[in-house]
């Protein structure tokens, strides 16, 4: 059963970090792209930074240069970056994967999410 397990949220001042982690396991038989999502209150859920196998990536405008995502292929894993954090990160952070199972069968994951405030 594949699971997405998040790790490294928290509470940090204006103009500080926080690294994200994302672990899928459970028997994924490959792993396409890999993405952070993120749901501020009130808001719509919106893609903060997505990753492909290769390394490619694309970030929402608000968080380009700020923001990093990459991925370790070998620990299944992708992480997020984020520096110079703003107040108006905070948001509650889901990863995504989009998990093969088999060479035909995929589907898209997503982790529990975590909990990122940013405080002024």
């Known amino acids: 059963q594949v699971q997405l397990v998040e790790s490294g949220g928290g509470l940090v001042q204006a103009g500080g970090s926080l690294r994200l982690s994302c672990t899928v396991s459970g028997g994924a038989f490959k792993i396409d792209r890999m993405a952070w999502y993120r749901r501020a209150p009130g808001k719509q859920r919106e893609l903060v930074a997505l990753?492909?196998?290769?390394?490619?990536?694309n970030y929402v405008d608000s968080v380009k240069g700020r923001f990093t995502i990459s991925r370790d292929n070998a620990k299944n894993t992708v992480y997020l970056q984020m520096d110079s954090l703003k107040a108006e990160d905070t948001a509650v952070y889901y990863c995504?994967?989009?998990?093969?199972?088999?060479?035909?069968?995929?589907?898209?994951?997503w982790g529990q999410g975590t909990q990122v405030t940013v405080s002024s």
């Open positions: 990753i492909f196998p290769s390394g490619g990536s």
């Open positions: 995504n994967a989009n998990v093969f199972i088999s060479t035909i069968i995929g589907r898209d994951y």
